[in-house]
């Protein structure tokens, strides 16, 4: 974690624009705790697009379910390119670093209950794809997979080669969901955290956490 500038933030309660996970079990397929709290690692790569990660932690509540943070070597010269500040982890989120396997999540005897790798590297995608579980955050993915736990990847690249595909593929095989960081236009947004709210959604909705992040296509508007 050396360099990154990390900034805890408690966002008052009525920022937090989510009601509670409602369908953990059904969704997560994870073990269900007694309070309804999900387990939830979040995992930034060296990808374009980190922004995607900050408004993630910005509509998970951690006073509500259990965030993990993990980033990736190439992740922190991203975030220190593309969000003037550094990453604001809200209060609660804990940080881990790449190297100790000493985490709450890369055995299979204690998995999250659902993994996102957002903004995802076509790297990181590789080395899942192909098993390598070089360090906490490739190891948690594969955990993850073999767990048959939520793993959402979000990933930025174009344009796509065979390899990316392919690899794609098997991930797709593998019982991941690839949720690309390509933003939907129909809902009008005015500003780059709108549209990049319309990819989080997507991705709050795949976890099973109920959202109203962004404008759903024919709903009725209050
Ligand atoms: C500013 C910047 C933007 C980048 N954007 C992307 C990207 O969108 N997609 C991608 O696959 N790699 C991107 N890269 C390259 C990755 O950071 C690089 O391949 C790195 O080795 C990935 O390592 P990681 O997967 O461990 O994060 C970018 C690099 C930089 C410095």
Redesign the pocket.
Known sequence: MEGLKLIPVLLPISQWRQRPCLLPRLVCGGALRHDGAVKILVAI?????ALYAQRLLDNLNPHEHQIHVVL????Q??VA?ELPGGLRLPEGVKPYGLKSMNVPFASGSNPPDAMVII?C????MGRIAHGYSEDVLQRAADVVLKEKRKLILVP??TPLNLIHVKNMELLLLAGATLIPANPSFYAGASTIVELVDTVVARVLDHIGLPNQLAPRWAEEQD
Do not use: I, L
């Open positions: 790569t060296g990808a374009s697009g990736s070597n190439y992740a010269q991203v390119t903004p590297t076509m790297g990181t930025r690249e």
